[in-house]
Protein backbone atom coordinates (compact mmCIF):
# COMPACT_ATOMS: atom_id res chain seq x y z
CA UNK A 1 0.00 0.00 0.00
CA UNK A 2 1.76 3.19 -1.00
CA UNK A 3 1.51 6.11 1.61
CA UNK A 4 1.64 9.64 0.74
CA UNK A 5 4.73 12.02 1.39
CA UNK A 6 4.02 15.47 2.15
CA UNK A 7 7.05 18.64 1.53
CA UNK A 8 7.84 20.15 4.64
CA UNK A 9 5.98 23.13 5.60
CA UNK A 10 7.41 26.10 5.00
CA UNK A 11 6.16 29.34 6.70
CA UNK A 12 6.43 32.33 5.21
CA UNK A 13 8.30 36.12 6.53
CA UNK A 14 4.83 37.16 8.42
CA UNK A 15 4.37 33.95 9.83
CA UNK A 16 7.10 33.46 11.43
CA UNK A 17 7.19 36.95 12.79
CA UNK A 18 3.91 36.07 14.32
CA UNK A 19 4.62 33.14 15.90
CA UNK A 20 8.30 34.31 16.95
CA UNK A 21 9.21 34.17 20.48
CA UNK A 22 10.25 37.34 21.63
CA UNK A 23 12.04 37.12 25.37
CA UNK A 24 9.99 40.06 27.41
CA UNK A 25 11.94 42.90 28.43
CA UNK A 26 13.17 42.94 31.98
CA UNK A 27 12.01 45.90 34.19
CA UNK A 28 14.44 48.86 34.77
CA UNK A 29 14.25 50.27 38.32
CA UNK A 30 13.25 53.88 38.68
CA UNK A 31 16.61 55.68 39.66
CA UNK A 32 16.68 55.95 43.53
CA UNK A 33 15.83 60.30 44.23
CA UNK A 34 16.52 61.59 47.63
CA UNK A 35 14.67 65.09 46.94
CA UNK A 36 11.73 64.26 49.36
CA UNK A 37 14.44 64.17 52.17
CA UNK A 38 15.51 67.53 51.26
CA UNK A 39 11.86 69.04 50.52
CA UNK A 40 10.28 70.56 53.59
CA UNK A 41 6.60 71.96 53.71
CA UNK A 42 6.42 75.67 52.54
CA UNK A 43 9.37 75.35 51.00
CA UNK A 44 10.58 78.91 49.91
CA UNK A 45 13.94 78.59 48.88
CA UNK A 46 15.30 76.04 46.30
CA UNK A 47 18.57 74.25 47.61
CA UNK A 48 20.87 72.03 45.67
CA UNK A 49 22.90 69.14 47.51
CA UNK A 50 24.93 66.17 46.90
CA UNK A 51 23.64 63.70 48.64
CA UNK A 52 24.85 59.97 48.50
CA UNK A 53 26.51 60.57 45.11
CA UNK A 54 23.17 61.96 43.48
CA UNK A 55 22.83 66.20 42.99
CA UNK A 56 19.14 66.73 44.68
CA UNK A 57 17.34 69.98 44.45
CA UNK A 58 15.01 70.39 47.69
CA UNK A 59 13.01 73.20 49.32
CA UNK A 60 13.71 75.09 52.65
CA UNK A 61 12.10 77.58 54.36
CA UNK A 62 13.69 80.82 54.41
CA UNK A 63 12.28 81.83 57.92
CA UNK A 64 13.65 78.71 59.45
CA UNK A 65 17.30 79.21 57.72
CA UNK A 66 17.52 82.84 59.25
CA UNK A 67 16.96 81.78 62.50
CA UNK A 68 19.08 79.19 62.04
CA UNK A 69 22.03 81.00 61.24
CA UNK A 70 23.19 83.95 60.95
CA UNK A 71 25.46 82.65 57.71
CA UNK A 72 22.67 81.72 56.16
CA UNK A 73 20.71 85.03 56.86
CA UNK A 74 23.36 86.98 54.43
CA UNK A 75 23.03 84.12 52.12
CA UNK A 76 19.53 85.03 51.81
CA UNK A 77 19.39 88.62 52.65
CA UNK A 78 23.16 89.91 51.94
CA UNK A 79 24.32 93.31 53.85
CA UNK A 80 25.47 94.15 50.39
CA UNK A 81 22.42 93.78 48.65
CA UNK A 82 20.20 96.55 47.24
CA UNK A 83 18.29 97.18 50.26
CA UNK A 84 20.83 97.13 52.53
CA UNK A 85 21.06 100.81 52.43
CA UNK A 86 17.73 101.25 54.72
CA UNK A 87 19.25 99.08 56.91
CA UNK A 88 20.60 101.80 59.61
CA UNK A 89 18.42 104.42 58.92
CA UNK A 90 16.06 104.61 62.34
CA UNK A 91 13.63 107.06 59.97
CA UNK A 92 12.88 104.40 57.25
CA UNK A 93 9.64 102.01 56.77
CA UNK A 94 12.02 99.14 56.73
CA UNK A 95 13.70 99.21 60.15
CA UNK A 96 11.66 96.08 61.07
CA UNK A 97 13.13 94.15 58.57
CA UNK A 98 12.21 90.36 58.08
CA UNK A 99 12.39 87.58 55.23
CA UNK A 100 9.72 88.09 53.16
CA UNK A 101 7.46 84.90 52.78
CA UNK A 102 8.60 83.50 49.43
CA UNK A 103 8.60 84.59 45.77
CA UNK A 104 5.81 86.24 44.35
CA UNK A 105 3.92 87.19 41.51
CA UNK A 106 6.74 87.54 38.97
CA UNK A 107 9.65 87.02 41.48
CA UNK A 108 12.04 84.50 40.93
CA UNK A 109 12.41 81.59 44.14
CA UNK A 110 15.38 82.20 45.61
CA UNK A 111 18.28 79.42 45.21
CA UNK A 112 21.14 78.03 48.09
CA UNK A 113 23.81 76.20 46.40
CA UNK A 114 25.51 73.38 49.38
CA UNK A 115 26.75 71.12 46.82
CA UNK A 116 30.28 71.31 48.19
CA UNK A 117 28.90 70.61 51.77
CA UNK A 118 28.52 66.92 53.33
CA UNK A 119 24.57 66.06 52.44
CA UNK A 120 24.28 63.94 55.85
CA UNK A 121 25.20 66.71 58.16
CA UNK A 122 23.19 69.10 56.27
CA UNK A 123 20.14 66.84 55.87
CA UNK A 124 20.58 66.51 59.68
CA UNK A 125 21.11 70.01 60.57
CA UNK A 126 17.91 71.15 58.39
CA UNK A 127 15.84 68.78 59.89
CA UNK A 128 16.56 69.62 63.04
CA UNK A 129 16.13 73.66 62.03
CA UNK A 130 12.50 72.70 60.38
CA UNK A 131 11.45 70.92 64.04
CA UNK A 132 12.12 67.51 62.58
CA UNK A 133 12.98 66.10 65.76
CA UNK A 134 11.97 62.55 66.12
CA UNK A 135 14.46 61.83 62.74
CA UNK A 136 16.99 63.67 64.75
CA UNK A 137 19.44 59.95 66.14
CA UNK A 138 20.78 59.36 69.26
CA UNK A 139 23.92 58.55 68.13
CA UNK A 140 26.56 59.38 65.48
CA UNK A 141 29.52 58.04 64.35
CA UNK A 142 32.98 59.71 64.29
CA UNK A 143 33.03 60.53 60.54
CA UNK A 144 29.02 61.73 61.05
CA UNK A 145 30.00 63.93 63.82
CA UNK A 146 33.17 65.61 62.42
CA UNK A 147 30.54 66.70 59.25
CA UNK A 148 28.40 67.91 61.73
CA UNK A 149 31.26 70.01 63.10
CA UNK A 150 32.81 71.01 60.44
CA UNK A 151 29.33 72.56 59.17
CA UNK A 152 28.67 73.82 62.29
CA UNK A 153 31.88 76.02 62.70
CA UNK A 154 31.10 76.61 58.65
CA UNK A 155 27.81 78.27 59.33
CA UNK A 156 27.56 79.30 62.90
CA UNK A 157 24.69 77.06 64.18
CA UNK A 158 25.80 75.09 66.94
CA UNK A 159 22.72 76.45 68.86
CA UNK A 160 21.24 73.65 66.54
CA UNK A 161 22.20 71.01 67.99
CA UNK A 162 22.81 71.93 71.95
CA UNK A 163 20.14 69.43 73.07
CA UNK A 164 21.73 66.16 71.31
CA UNK A 165 25.63 67.06 71.24
CA UNK A 166 26.74 66.20 74.76
CA UNK A 167 24.89 62.81 73.96
CA UNK A 168 26.65 62.14 70.70
CA UNK A 169 29.92 62.51 72.26
CA UNK A 170 29.26 60.31 75.28
CA UNK A 171 28.29 57.96 73.03
CA UNK A 172 31.58 57.89 71.11
CA UNK A 173 33.93 54.73 72.31
CA UNK A 174 36.96 55.23 74.32
CA UNK A 175 38.39 53.12 71.27
CA UNK A 176 38.35 56.04 68.92
CA UNK A 177 40.17 58.61 71.09
CA UNK A 178 43.23 58.03 68.79
CA UNK A 179 40.93 59.27 65.72
CA UNK A 180 42.04 62.78 64.66
CA UNK A 181 38.69 64.07 63.47
CA UNK A 182 37.83 64.20 67.38
CA UNK A 183 40.30 66.52 67.54
CA UNK A 184 38.29 69.04 65.35
CA UNK A 185 35.08 67.77 66.91
CA UNK A 186 35.95 68.67 70.24
CA UNK A 187 37.26 71.92 69.51
CA UNK A 188 33.95 72.85 67.79
CA UNK A 189 32.07 71.62 70.21
CA UNK A 190 33.24 73.06 73.30
CA UNK A 191 35.09 69.88 75.69
CA UNK A 192 38.74 70.66 76.53
CA UNK A 193 39.09 67.51 78.53
CA UNK A 194 38.70 65.46 74.79
CA UNK A 195 40.80 67.88 72.99
CA UNK A 196 44.02 67.78 75.49
CA UNK A 197 43.17 63.86 75.61
CA UNK A 198 43.41 63.61 71.79
CA UNK A 199 46.38 65.80 71.16
CA UNK A 200 48.15 64.36 73.75
CA UNK A 201 47.15 60.70 72.39
CA UNK A 202 48.36 62.22 68.57
CA UNK A 203 51.49 63.26 69.92
CA UNK A 204 52.27 59.53 71.25
CA UNK A 205 51.35 58.28 67.72
CA UNK A 206 52.11 60.49 64.85
CA UNK A 207 54.45 59.68 62.08
CA UNK A 208 56.31 62.56 60.46
CA UNK A 209 57.57 62.99 56.82
CA UNK A 210 60.57 64.48 55.26
CA UNK A 211 60.13 67.86 56.23
CA UNK A 212 58.97 67.32 59.23
CA UNK A 213 55.41 68.03 58.99
CA UNK A 214 52.36 65.30 60.51
CA UNK A 215 52.43 62.29 57.67
CA UNK A 216 50.37 59.58 59.66
CA UNK A 217 48.39 58.98 62.87
CA UNK A 218 48.86 54.95 63.94
CA UNK A 219 49.82 54.05 59.98
CA UNK A 220 47.11 55.95 58.42
CA UNK A 221 46.82 58.94 56.98
CA UNK A 222 45.38 62.09 58.30
CA UNK A 223 42.82 63.13 55.60
CA UNK A 224 40.94 65.67 58.46
CA UNK A 225 41.03 69.40 58.87
CA UNK A 226 43.12 70.20 62.57
CA UNK A 227 42.19 73.55 64.17
CA UNK A 228 44.67 76.18 63.25
CA UNK A 229 48.04 75.92 65.13
CA UNK A 230 47.67 72.38 67.03
CA UNK A 231 49.94 70.47 64.41
CA UNK A 232 52.49 72.97 65.17
CA UNK A 233 51.87 72.60 68.70
CA UNK A 234 51.74 68.80 68.78
CA UNK A 235 54.69 68.83 66.52
CA UNK A 236 56.91 70.76 68.88
CA UNK A 237 55.55 68.93 72.01
CA UNK A 238 56.50 65.45 69.90
CA UNK A 239 60.21 67.06 69.33
CA UNK A 240 60.63 67.15 73.21
CA UNK A 241 59.39 64.11 74.04
CA UNK A 242 61.41 62.27 71.47
CA UNK A 243 64.33 64.21 72.56
CA UNK A 244 63.85 63.20 76.87
CA UNK A 245 63.49 59.61 75.87
CA UNK A 246 66.66 59.60 73.53
CA UNK A 247 68.39 61.25 76.50
CA UNK A 248 67.94 58.63 79.03
CA UNK A 249 70.54 56.17 77.61
CA UNK A 250 72.94 58.90 76.37
CA UNK A 251 72.75 60.71 79.73
CA UNK A 252 73.42 57.25 81.27
CA UNK A 253 76.28 56.65 78.96
CA UNK A 254 78.07 59.63 79.89
CA UNK A 255 78.21 58.72 83.27
CA UNK A 256 81.02 56.24 82.44
CA UNK A 257 83.32 58.91 80.77
CA UNK A 258 85.78 61.84 82.52
CA UNK A 259 85.43 59.62 86.20
CA UNK A 260 88.65 59.54 88.07
CA UNK A 261 87.22 56.27 89.37
CA UNK A 262 85.27 53.24 88.15
CA UNK A 263 81.30 53.87 88.23
CA UNK A 264 81.32 50.06 89.55
CA UNK A 265 79.90 49.81 92.67
CA UNK A 266 82.55 47.84 94.31
CA UNK A 267 85.32 49.64 92.35
CA UNK A 268 85.87 46.99 89.47
CA UNK A 269 86.84 48.62 86.32
CA UNK A 270 85.99 46.51 83.68
CA UNK A 271 82.27 46.43 85.11
CA UNK A 272 82.44 50.11 83.34
CA UNK A 273 84.18 48.90 79.77
CA UNK A 274 81.37 45.97 79.39
CA UNK A 275 79.05 48.20 80.79
CA UNK A 276 79.83 50.98 78.35
CA UNK A 277 80.72 49.17 75.32
CA UNK A 278 77.34 46.83 75.37
CA UNK A 279 75.17 49.95 76.01
CA UNK A 280 76.80 51.65 72.53
CA UNK A 281 76.65 48.16 70.62
CA UNK A 282 73.06 47.82 71.90
CA UNK A 283 72.11 51.53 70.71
CA UNK A 284 74.11 50.71 67.49
CA UNK A 285 72.12 47.91 66.95
CA UNK A 286 69.09 49.32 67.32
CA UNK A 287 69.58 52.50 64.91
CA UNK A 288 70.72 54.96 67.91
CA UNK A 289 74.25 54.81 67.42
CA UNK A 290 75.38 57.72 66.78
CA UNK A 291 73.41 59.61 68.64
CA UNK A 292 70.16 60.71 67.16
CA UNK A 293 67.50 63.91 67.66
CA UNK A 294 64.12 64.11 67.32
CA UNK A 295 65.33 65.47 63.53
CA UNK A 296 66.25 61.52 63.00
CA UNK A 297 62.98 59.81 63.99
CA UNK A 298 60.11 59.87 61.35
CA UNK A 299 58.03 57.18 63.34
CA UNK A 300 55.87 57.50 66.19
CA UNK A 301 57.46 58.28 69.86
CA UNK A 302 55.45 54.66 70.72
CA UNK A 303 57.23 53.00 68.29
CA UNK A 304 60.68 54.38 69.50
CA UNK A 305 59.35 53.38 73.09
CA UNK A 306 59.10 49.84 71.32
CA UNK A 307 62.28 49.77 70.01
CA UNK A 308 63.88 50.94 72.70
CA UNK A 309 62.89 48.14 74.76
CA UNK A 310 65.76 46.11 72.78
CA UNK A 311 68.40 48.21 73.99
CA UNK A 312 70.08 46.62 76.82
CA UNK A 313 73.48 47.10 78.91
CA UNK A 314 75.66 44.08 80.26
CA UNK A 315 77.04 43.61 83.29
CA UNK A 316 79.60 40.90 85.09
CA UNK A 317 77.83 38.00 85.66
CA UNK A 318 78.32 38.46 89.83
CA UNK A 319 75.55 39.22 92.32
CA UNK A 320 77.45 42.21 94.09
CA UNK A 321 77.01 44.33 89.78
CA UNK A 322 73.28 43.91 90.31
CA UNK A 323 72.95 47.92 91.05
CA UNK A 324 75.86 49.28 88.74
CA UNK A 325 73.49 50.00 86.37
CA UNK A 326 70.05 49.56 85.29
CA UNK A 327 70.14 46.72 82.68
CA UNK A 328 66.79 48.45 80.39
CA UNK A 329 65.62 51.77 80.46
CA UNK A 330 61.70 50.75 79.77
CA UNK A 331 60.73 52.53 83.05
CA UNK A 332 62.23 55.89 82.90
CA UNK A 333 61.14 55.52 78.99
CA UNK A 334 57.30 54.97 80.23
CA UNK A 335 57.51 57.72 82.31
CA UNK A 336 58.08 59.66 80.07
CA UNK A 337 55.24 59.05 77.67
CA UNK A 338 52.83 59.02 81.16
CA UNK A 339 53.72 63.09 81.27
CA UNK A 340 53.60 64.31 78.01
CA UNK A 341 52.82 68.35 78.25
CA UNK A 342 49.30 69.25 76.96
CA UNK A 343 49.85 70.55 73.14
CA UNK A 344 46.69 73.27 73.96
CA UNK A 345 47.64 76.57 73.38
CA UNK A 346 45.34 79.30 74.97
CA UNK A 347 43.90 79.97 71.30
CA UNK A 348 42.42 76.66 71.65
CA UNK A 349 41.14 77.20 74.87
CA UNK A 350 39.62 80.37 74.04
CA UNK A 351 38.12 79.05 70.90
CA UNK A 352 36.73 76.23 73.17
CA UNK A 353 35.29 77.78 76.05
CA UNK A 354 33.34 80.23 73.93
CA UNK A 355 31.81 76.90 72.19
CA UNK A 356 31.16 75.62 75.51
CA UNK A 357 29.03 78.54 76.73
CA UNK A 358 26.85 78.58 73.63
CA UNK A 359 25.90 75.55 73.87
CA UNK A 360 25.56 75.23 77.45
CA UNK A 361 21.88 75.47 79.06
CA UNK A 362 20.71 78.98 79.88
CA UNK A 363 18.09 79.78 82.56
CA UNK A 364 16.33 82.87 82.38
CA UNK A 365 17.28 85.77 84.25
Not at 61 to 75: I, R, Y
Not at 144 to 166: G, K, N, R
Not at 238 to 243: E, G, N, T, V
Not at 291 to 306: D, F, G, Q, S, V
Request: hydrophobic content about 35%; glycine content about 6%; some cysteine.
Amino acid sequence: MAHNTFPPLELSDAMKKQVSITPPTPEVAPPQTFDHLFTFPSGDVQVTVVYKGCQIVGKVVQHVLCLASPVWQKFLFPPWGPNSENNGDKNSNNTSRSPNTGAGAGETMKELDFSEDDGGALLLLLRIAHMQFRKVPSKLRTDELYQLALLCEQYDCHSLVQPWVHGWLNSLSAYEVNSPSLLYISWAFGNEVLFSSVAQEMVKHCEVGDDGQILRLLGNDIEVVLPDRISESILTVRAKLIDDILKIPYDHLRQYLGRSSPRCQVGIADCDSIGYGSLVLSLDGAGFWPEKTHANILYAPNELYRRMGNVRLHLLPNASHDKCSPRVFVLPILACLKEIPDPTLDCHRRHIERRAKELAFEKDE
